[in-house]
């Protein structure tokens, strides 16, 4: 089942803040955020496992609530490098290694 | 590790041609997965395998996509016949074994299909 993410697009001025939104109508196993520049694969950023979790550095960071049905992303003082779509990934079940993603939020930061 | 491989990095092909997608995941990592990204679907998963062995395959459009992995390190899908609505990106990307969730997964640079 794939996740919801929110908003689906997001522009910035440099220095401003931004919260990405994942969803998912059930408890997940895992949660995983990854960020796509435009032309290029996916990059890993961090993966969230239990619930009340919060992990990633002062910049950029992440939670995952302690329902294990929601996560959110942080972008804190964005830079022009941040721009890209970012998408959350997630695990359902234990055993089950499938990696869903959401439909990605496209973050644009103009100078 | 020169990390995952796709090849061909472009493929325009006429509709009801067969094309072949090929993937060199990196070495050592159990977990190859298959995802096809368009405009309005986002990063689809299509198949995964664990080991050489094809796991869920639900998420295989028809029965004109097909994937194979015959050994650790070489995956190929195959789309026969090809049609317009197949034109995406399509990426590879392995993951190693942890005996818990996934890890990061490493996606190659993708295959960009057109089909006219």
Redo the contacts between chains.
Sequence with gaps: QQPVQSPQAVILREGEDAVINCSSSKALYSVHWYRQKHGEAPVFLMILLKGGEQKGHEKISASFNEKKQQSSLYLTASQLSYSGTYFCGTETTVGNEKLTFGTGTRLTIIP | DAGVIQSPRHEVTEMGQEVTLRCKPISGHD?L?W?RQTMM?????LI?F?NNVP??DSGMPEDRFSAKMPNASFSTLKIQPSEPRDSAVY?CAS?PRTGG??????????TRLTVV
């Design positions: 977990y997965f995802y679907r986002g990063l689809e998963l995964y664990n796991i869920d990426f993951s969730p996934l890890t990061e997964a490493f996606f190659g640079q993708g």
